[in-house]
């Protein structure tokens, strides 16, 4: 079973820029699309953003296309997102899972904070 630790997760200024990184344990990581989720207060999670296993292709919801690059090291079982242009609305937990558009969740991580100060 693939484990999931996210890391990265902080408190920046609105136009200030994150780099979330999503380690998995476990060989089994590079046969998944991955995802990032993220999830506020009050709100249902999100699927923000998605990678191909081999990198191929990459998927953003509207609101972060432009500003969010997802990528992946098959070498170091790790994804990333990197967030520039960041605004108050992205506040939230961010999360890694699997696509779900391709696969069955893992289980969850315990996410990492993104706080984001106007």
């Known amino acids: 079973q693939v484990q999931l630790v996210e890391s990265g997760g902080g408190e920046v200024q609105a136009g200030g820029s994150l780099r979330l990184s999503c380690a998995a344990s476990?060989?089994?990581?590079?046969?998944?699309?991955m995802g990032w989720f993220r999830q506020s207060p009050g709100k249902e999670r999100e699927f923000v953003a998605a990678?191909?296993?081999?990198?191929?292709?990459?998927y953003y919801t509207h609101s972060v296309k432009g500003r969010f690059t997802i990528s992946r090291d098959a070498a170091k079982n790790t994804m990333y997102l990197q967030m520039n242009s960041l605004k108050p609305e992205d506040t939230a937990v961010y999360y890694c899972n699997t696509d779900p558009r391709l696969h069955q969740a893992l289980d969850w991580g315990q996410g990492t904070q993104v706080t984001v100060s106007s």
């Open positions: 990678i191909k296993r081999n990198s191929s292709s990459t």
């Open positions: 476990g060989r089994t990581f590079s046969l998944y699309a």
